[in-house]
């Protein structure tokens, strides 16, 4: 049993290790379109993106949608809460170590406070004491850690069932995983209902501003614009591409791509 985890650990890190190095290699082929002055396409699978989506949106539509209303229904708001708190604490390892990799050491000890106090206090995570205690919720992960290390976003694809990324975004949730102590959860059978929840819960917490999507014009234009924005959003966070623009706090210009 230990010798296939171990096996099955080694082959998941040299996928990974290969994947990485595809990346360096786009980001090297995307530095060098940029220099001859050719307009980057963030999205040059857009036929086979669309279809893709429309595959999801139906899977949405008909099976993920009315589960996660009917979680909602039979689910007090309270209960819901703490849930949601729950699994938020018990996935920040993924934001303490990618704020660590950006240099953001003194929000990382803050959010190592933050995983502490409503893991002890929070009974598991199940109410958020840590921010009335001032210590914040952050967002990160390696494809933002990417981002700040100045590496492009690479083409945007939909993935079936899991929706939009970008080759960055994509390959930092590879890594995000490894750290996850979620997904990593040794009971397998235990792992497998917590994802499921999980998946059920943040699905839940989207219906409502799901509607804007269905109303669009284009709702393909819509969730990849949308994403894009706030991938961009994430990685510079909060200031815009102006604002670097703008400023002189030392940080390059590349951090401003789309993501």
């Known amino acids: 049993m ?20 595809a990346l360096v290699a786009l980001s090297l082929g995307t530095g060098c379109a940029s220099r001859k002055g050719v307009e980057r396409n963030p999205d040059p699978f857009e036929p086979i993106n669309r279809g893709i989506f429309k595959f999801n949106d139906a899977a949405d539509r ?12 039979i689910t007090p708001d ?7 708190n729950a699994f938020d604490t018990w996935t920040y390892p993924v934001t303490i170590v990618n704020g660590f990799l950006q240099g953001k050491f003194k929000q990382g000890f803050s959010d190592i406070g933050r995983f502490c106090v409503n893991l002890t206090i929070g009974v598991l995570g199940l109410f958020d004491p ?9 967002q990160e992960d390696f494809g933002q850690t990417f981002g700040r290390w100045g590496l492009p976003p690479g083409p945007y694809v939909v993935v079936p069932l899991f929706g939009p990324y970008t080759a960055r975004s994509g390959i930092g949730t590879l ?11 040794r009971n397998t059978s235990m792992r497998d209902k917590a994802l499921i929840l999980w998946a059920i819960d943040t699905r839940a917490a989207l219906i409502g501003p799901d509607e804007l999507v269905r109303e669009a014009f284009d709702p393909y234009l819509f969730v990849r614009d949308t994403y894009l924005q706030n991938r961009e959003f994430l ?6 591409l102006d604002d670097f623009d703008d400023s002189s706090d030392g940080f390059d210009d590349g951090l401003g791509e789309d993501f």
């Open 62 to 73: 008909f099976v993920l949608r009315p589960v996660a209303k009917g979680y909602q229904k």
């Open 2 to 21: 230990t010798h296939r985890l171990f096996g099955d650990n080694k082959a998941l890190l040299v996928r990974t290790f290969i994947l990485i190095l």
């Open 235 to 240: 990685v510079n966070d909060g200031k815009s």
């Open 78 to 84: 309270p209960v819901e809460r703490s849930i949601s």
């Open 130 to 138: 840590a921010t009335s205690m001032g210590l914040e919720y952050h």
């Open 175 to 185: 890594l995000d995983v490894q750290i996850n102590p979620l997904v990593q959860w």
